[in-house]
């Protein structure tokens, strides 16, 4: 058989690296540095468990950004929502104020505010899937990195997804040491930030790690027209995170950690500013109703590993429960300006709780196969209460934004009381086979069951019972060439689905079905993971294209309040993003990614867009024909159209990210680290439907600056960050409420913000 000649294949690996290095300007500036390490630090080793096993990330063969927790601090990564642009191709945007929204190549969650419908991105803290998309509110604590799985995880990785899955991994307790750290933030908008952290040995096999953070501050918005209550915050801050681990660990071969998560807020409303409101300031909004948020998590869960003599055993079990309760105002303006249709919503609440169960058997390593076989059990309820009035404005000052009691209003608009549950169960397997030292091949398989149900109840609705099931075999198919030991090739084939969604009616509309189709993604990916002259440069390479079925969106039917979440039959995207590292002359170092991606809808498809529905009925209800007549129907009809060749939401064409930090030593005193930071996002379609005037999500550029001083032999840490440096008025979501009124609001990112940090390690 004819060997590789793996010489030439490593010169043309790297020829076409660096070519795609000189794209970057950033990097090709630094083209003339002397092409050896000799007196420089290679760069890091990253390691990655997106398989479930532990992989070098420079190996793994999939499409992978590891985040470090000690980079979520210097970029005031507090949130999930915070994440945008730190992995190539991901986007997560604010919906209607506590919704996140999250998409990886442009396959996300187009149907938020339907409960039974699921997002296409899965989360998960420390493995264990996180049912509730509303949890994603809560801050990140005691992170240890933050993985980004760009890609269809249909096969070993927890929840069934199309889009990917992102994956916080906490630091765990250690054994028989004792250490921490407390932390304590005060910046800009009053912001008061404080963290601990303990690790404490209670025996040689029994340790405990306790992490909390409490996190405010003052509004960095005000809405000016409420009654009674003239300048009322906006976009404050003020929770608490606690956690707790307790590491038990009888014998070399048992493990078992339990863990109790808990996070509580309390705040007022996201600042979503009305696009007609009058008032230019965009910070100010010309809103009559208080918005209030609060919600309340809690995760408990336990894992158990043992390691027999032939397989490693591992089970994870979580229980988790999660209480919210908002109230909106819908159409973020005053009465007067918007009488016809002025919409409160004074109480919404949902109360959630998911069991989850995996158990996973898994190879030693340095067999010639690594296997991996388990199972998975999900079974979620969701008690979810809705109260709108129409047409009013309060006409007492408020006292309480949280009960009704207090308020007087004079039209009644909507009501439902609706309990959606879900039961899925799934059994997967995938191997490796080692079959040369350079070439690995790789297969996996998953069947997925899930069953959606609804039991609902309206004002004007009986009881409705609406059940949605789907099976699904999906997998995964791969072959890995490792050229060198620092170079590797990859490209595989993989698929993901999601559930379908029950729709909130007793009669056939139209257009809209009763129930939406699951949805399914087929994916083709080539990619290369390099490092260069002496592992000072790495250079990590992906193309892929997507062929995108079933996609669910948020649809409007021609007969009124017949809407719900339906189907794109085909969605086409494709794209390629690399992830450079270098360590640079001067103590200076660059990090980057970079994306392009472009897609479109591919099939003819008759939608219609929830405004341009409303303003018909509108117009024809103010020349005397109501929303019910046939002349109104028909011409709601009639306004649908067919969205073939329409750009994919949340797919922007471009982004990027630099990062570059220099360190300097200071004899006898200490290190200090510098960073500048760079995060791009061109504009991009928010919903299908590529409204002109509404849909078109400016581009947006934001630089933030972060010093770190540690002093020599000194148990204290000091940093100083400014973050939006220029204070650009930068977009992060448009957001077209889908029921009710049809308006468009947008929420911008924080204004600037000085931040000084002082932290204590035992």
């Not at 509108?618 to 129907?633: K, V, Y």
Request: proline share 6%; charged share 15%; with cysteine.
């Amino acid at each position: 058989m004819k060997v590789v000649n793996k010489g030439l294949v490593q010169r043309l690996l790297a020829g076409i690296s660096l070519a795609c290095l000189t794209y970057s300007p950033q990097l090709h500036a630094q083209s003339g540095d002397a092409p050896t390490a000799s007196g420089r630090t290679a760069l890091e080793e990253i390691i990655v468990t997106a398989e479930k096993k532990s992989a070098r990330l420079q190996t793994a063969p999939i499409a992978v950004t590891a985040i470090e927790g000690s980079k979520l601090a210097t970029s005031n990564i507090v949130e999930p929502a915070d994440l945008t642009g730190f992995a190539p191709g991901l986007t997560i945007a604010k919906n209607e104020g506590y919704n996140r929204v999250v998409a990886i190549r442009g396959v996300g969650f187009e149907a938020p505010q339907n409960d039974s419908a699921q997002p296409s991105v899965s989360y998960h803290v420390d493995g264990i899937f996180i049912s509730n998309p509303v949890a994603l509110n809560a801050d990140f604590l005691d992170v240890a990195r933050i993985e980004v799985l760009r890609g269809p995880q249909g096969t070993v990785f927890g929840q069934n997804s199309t889009g990917g899955a992102i994956n916080v991994i906490s630091n765990q307790p250690i054994l028989n040491e004792f250490s921490g750290n407390a932390n304590l933030s005060y910046g800009s908008y009053n912001l008061v930030r404080f963290g601990g952290v303990a690790n404490v040995p209670i025996t040689d096999n029994l340790s405990i790690r306790a992490a909390v953070l409490q996190n405010r501050h003052d509004g960095f918005a005000k809405a000016t027209a409420i009654p009674g209550m003239p300048n009322y915050a906006l976009d404050d801050e003020n929770s608490v995170t606690a956690r707790l681990l307790v590491l038990w660990a009888p014998t070399d071969d048992l493990s078992i950690t339990l863990g109790a998560n808990y996070y509580d807020a309390d705040e007022h409303d996201r600042a979503q500013k009305n696009i007609y409101d009058p008032n230019p300031d965009p910070r100010v909004l010309t809103q009559d109703f208080p918005g209030r948020f609060g919600m309340r998590s809690e995760v408990f869960d336990a894992i158990i590993q043992y390691d027999t003599p032939w397989a490693q055993i591992k089970s994870t079990t979580s229980w988790q429960y999660l209480k919210e309760r908002q109230v909106l105002d819908n159409d973020r303006l005053t009465y007067n300006l918007n009488p016809f249709a002025h919409d409160l919503v004074p109480d919404t609440h949902r109360a959630n709780r998911a069991i989850t169960q995996e158990v996973d058997v898994s190879s030693l390593p340095g067999g010639p196969v690594d296997w991996i076989a388990g199972a998975f059990y999900l079974n979620v309820k969701n008690h979810v209460g809705f109260l709108e009035y129409t047409g009013v404005t309060p006409t007492t000052p408020i006292s309480s934004a949280y009960d009704p009691k207090n308020l007087q209003f004079l039209g009644f608009g909507f009501e439902t009381d609706s309990i959606p549950t879900r039961e899925s169960y799934s059994f997967f397997s995938q191997a490796t086979y080692h079959v040369l030292d350079y070439l690995d091949i790789t297969g996996g398989a998953r069947y997925t069951h899930d069953l959606v149900a609804s039991a609902v109840s309206t004002y004007y609705l009986p009881i409705l019972n609406i059940q949605e099931s789907g099976n699904a075999l999906t997998g995964r198919a791969e072959v890995t060439l490792k050229i060198t030991p620092d170079n590797t090739a990859y490209v595989s084939w993989s698929s993901g689905f999601k559930p379908g969604a029950s729709n909130l009616e007793n009669s056939q509309p139209l257009i809209v079905p009763l129930a939406a189709k699951p949805e399914s993604i087929v994916a083709y990916e080539i990619g290369s993971k390099n490092e260069f002259f002496d592992g000072t440069l790495r250079a990590n390479l992906a193309a892929f294209y997507y062929n995108y079925e079933n996609f669910q969106y948020a649809a409007e039917d021609p007969i009124p309040f017949k809407g719900g979440v339906d189907n794109i039959p085909n969605v086409r995207i494709y794209g390629l993003e690399g992830e450079f590292s270098a360590v640079l002359p001067a103590n200076l170092r660059l990090d980057t990614n970079l994306a392009w991606e472009h897609g479109k809808i591919n099939s003819h498809s008759p939608a219609l867009d929830p405004v341009t529905a409303s303003n018909i009925s509108n117009t024809l209800a103010a020349q005397g024909i109501g929303f019910f007549d046939p002349r109104s129907i028909a011409a709601r009809a009639a306004a649908a159209q067919d969205i073939y060749g329409n750009s994919p939401p949340k797919l922007p064409k471009y982004s990027a990210s630099v990062d570059l930090v220099h360190t300097l030593d200071i004899p006898d005193q200490g290190t200090l680290t510098s960073r500048i930071e760079m995060i791009y996002r061109s504009s991009y379609q928010y919903r299908i439907f590529n409204n002109s005037s509404l849909d078109r999500l400016p581009s947006s550029i934001t630089w933030n600056l972060a010093f770190h001083y540690r002093p020599v032999a000194s148990p204290w840490d000091f940093d100083f960050l400014i973050t939006n440096v220029l204070d650009r008025l930068n977009v992060d979501s448009r957001f077209t409420n889908a029921f009710g009124v049809q308006t468009t609001s947008q929420e911008f990112a924080p204004p600037r913000q000085f931040i000084a940090k002082a932290s204590y390690t035992f």
